[in-house]
Structure formats: C-alpha cells, structure tokens
C-alpha cells in the first residue's frame, strides 16, 4: 500500500474533530516540524490510518475504528493547531 | 441529537446518479443529485461509502470534478483489483444511489491567498480530475490569471477530458506527455516529467507562482521535488496524492 497524504483523511478527521483539518499545523513529538496536516504521511490501511511526519517518519496519530467508534492516539503529536 | 445535523460535522447522505458518460475506457464521469448539497470549492473532494448486502463497508475518496455552481460530479478511474471503482464505473446506472459525505478539504483548493498567482497545474493520469473543477472555476469567475496544465498520461486515448482540454480558453496551456505510447507523428513530450521538462513548462519562480500536483505518489514526489529545485518555495507546492494506483 503506497502512502499517501493528510488530503486522503480530510473526511475522517472531519468526523473526528468536527472541522476542516488538512490545513491544520501539526507539531511533530519527536523532531518538532510543524506543517499542514495535507503534507503528512498517510497509510490508510495499516491496519488503522496511521499519519507520519513528513521529515522524520515518525508516527503522528494512529486511528482505529472499533464499530462505530474511532480510537484516536495521537501521542506523537506536540500540537494539532487549525489555522 | 439523533438526526440534527451538527455544524462542521460530515454527515453522509444519499447521492443519486444523474448521468453517466465516458471519458476513456476505464473512467467514467457520475453527475450526482445530492439534495441539500452545501457547496463546494475547486479542488474538493468527497467521500463514497458503498455497503454490501453482508453489511461488509468501503469507504474511497473522489476528488469533485465539477465547478462549485454545477451540479456535483465525480470522475472514476476503474483499477482491477478495486473494491469500489468496478461498481462506480461498470455497474452504476442513471437513477441508482449510495451515500457520499463532502465536500472535504481545504487545502488542495483554489483560488489560494494570492489569487493573482499564475497557476501551474501538474496532473498524472487521473490526477486531472481536480483541475477540471479548477480550471472550469477560473473561467466562470472570469479570472484572468495565467494557467499551465502540464498533463502526463500513458497514451492519449488515456487523456480524460480531452475534448473539453483542447478547446481553446483564454490563458491556459495545455501542455502533454504521453509515457507509454504515443500515436505516429506525435509532437508533444513522451516519457516521464523530468526536470529539464519542468524547467520548460513551470512559471520562473520570480512570478510567484502557486502549482498544485495532483496524481500517483511517485509522481507527486517526484514533481514536487522538482518544483522545489527550480526555486518554488515549498508553500507554493502544493500536493495531492491518489496512492500508487492508476498511473501515468
């Protein structure tokens, strides 16, 4: 499965957070880039959407779906800013 | 709350199928009936989810190839292993319905910030989808800003929307390259975007420019980075990546 991009979960963080989020920033945990969630890494069956940072690779948020329930970690993540 | 729609949440809806009509072999265009539909901005896209009789669930995403006043249409590309686009392109008939949820994404769209950039657009295969909605939005709105299409497909019966691609509007190139095959006496380009190609097609960089690249990961990343050599700053590249099916 090939990555794609934050585009490819604009309607699933939209579930999540109730608003428009592929041009939110998002701070890396580990290597501290910040950039707009379109430009993150994204694997969309992982198993789970798994989000990476573009500059170091490291896992931002994984989201699982249990039923009817998104189970968000999103540990990897200093910040998640909309603009 | 059952049934009260929130502000800002997606909601899915039912989307029936208006018409239907191709634009290749294995892409077809769907104009939808979304009633209530919100509106959408070039560049959007939207969400299909298909349920099976066993309750089984398939969720894909479509970039909207229309512009934001016409009705709403996707354009879907048939991949042979696809769990949803065999349906969409070989099953689905005038008057059928399934449920969409969009429009979605702010990012990928245009008019951007600047909208007096000259636009540069950078499709492969079916990665033009978005910039039919773009470059349909540009004229509606009258918007005089110079456009490039660079277009790479794997042979020109593979061009979607090649009819409304060679008709003539004001301040857009179309500019192709065809990868695979090219029909006997073809002038245009052949092979891969390279950077030399780039460097031809691409607005300088001192114009201030904003390119969107639209197409299979690989060739994402690969004109993108390309971009960035020429001197385009990395906020004015702007990316949308459709995975590494379906390429040019």
Redo the contacts between chains.
């Keep these: 499965?090939?990555?794609?991009?934050?585009?490819?979960i604009?309607?699933l963080l939209?579930?999540i957070f109730?608003?428009?989020m592929?041009?939110a920033v998002a701070t890396c945990a580990t290597c501290g880039t910040a950039g707009?969630?379109?430009?993150t890494v994204v694997y969309l069956r992982a198993p789970g959407t798994v989000m990476r940072c573009r500059t170091c690779g490291a896992v931002l948020m994984v989201v699982v779906r249990r039923e009817d329930v998104n189970c968000v970690d999103a540990e990897g993540l200093a910040a998640l800013e909309p603009s | 709350m059952a049934g009260t729609a929130v502000r800002g949440r997606l909601t899915w809806q039912v989307a029936t199928v208006g018409s239907v009509s191709d634009e290749t072999a294995s892409v077809r265009t769907l104009e939808l009936d979304v009633p209530g539909w919100a509106g959408h901005q070039a560049g959007q896209h939207l969400d299909v989810r298909l349920t099976a009789d066993d309750g089984y669930v398939a969720e894909r995403s479509y970039s909207i190839a229309s512009a934001p006043d016409e009705p709403v249409m996707i354009t879907v590309e048939r991949l042979a292993d696809g769990e949803v686009s065999p349906y969409l392109t070989e099953e689905v008939r005038p008057g059928d319905d399934f449920e969409i949820r969009g429009p979605i994404g702010g990012y990928f769209v245009w008019p951007w910030q600047d909208p007096d950039s000259p636009l540069l657009l950078l499709a492969g295969g079916s990665g033009v989808v978005p910039f039919r909605s773009i470059l349909r939005h540009r004229a509606k709105i009258g918007s005089t800003v110079p456009a490039r299409l660079l277009y790479s497909a794997r042979s020109l019966p593979d061009v979607i929307y090649h009819a409304e691609l060679a008709t003539p509007r004001d301040d857009v190139e179309v500019i192709y390259t065809l990868t695979r095959q090219q029909p006997a006496g073809w002038t245009g380009h052949s092979g891969r975007v390279t950077d030399a190609l780039l460097g031809e097609v691409a607005w300088p960089p001192g114009q201030h420019p904003i390119a969107y690249v639209c197409g299979p990961t690989a060739f994402v990343e690969s004109v993108a980075a390309g971009l960035v050599g020429l001197g385009y700053p990395p906020d004015r590249v702007k990316t949308e990546r459709y995975g590494g099916v379906g390429g040019p």
């Design positions: 499965m090939d990555a794609l991009d934050g585009n490819a604009g309607g939209q579930e109730g608003a428009e592929t041009t707009v969630v379109a430009e």
